[in-house]
């Protein structure tokens, strides 16, 4: 069974950077379809941001994140990246990584998250 692990979180000014890490143990990102980023504010529903497809690494963006978040993977490291630039305190969130079997399935593994706040 996978576990995913999300680092990188913190407290960030408005306009700053945080690069958050999602490392996957127990197995590797090839045996799945696709990785995504999601977050959650205190009193929201949770908000899909980027995934990427292993294979082909086709990725697709919220348009709220587009232009100033960029997902990456290695495949040696079994880690995704996910750069967040010109942070807004909107932004404020927890971030969780996911996992995607296939096309036709929805993501059903998650880690538990790492919490990036932005402040204005």
């Known amino acids: 069974q996978v576990q995913l692990v999300e680092s990188g979180g913190g407290l960030v000014q408005a306009g700053g950077s945080l690069r958050l890490s999602c490392a996957a143990s127990g197995r590797t990102f090839s045996m799945y379809y696709a990785v995504g980023w999601f977050r959650q504010a205190p009193g929201k529903e949770r908000e899909y941001i980027v995934s990427?497809?292993?294979?082909?690494?086709?990725?697709n963006y919220a348009d709220s994140v587009k232009a100033r978040f960029a997902i990456s993977r290695d495949s040696a490291k079994n880690t995704v990246y996910l750069q967040m630039n010109s942070l807004k305190p909107e932004d404020t969130a927890v971030y969780y990584c996911?996992?995607?079997?296939?096309?036709?399935?929805?993501?059903?593994?998650w880690g538990q998250g790492t919490q990036v706040t932005v402040s204005s």
């Open positions: 990427i497809t292993w294979m082909g690494g086709i990725t």
């Open positions: 996911a996992l995607k079997r296939d096309p036709l399935r929805g993501y059903d593994s």
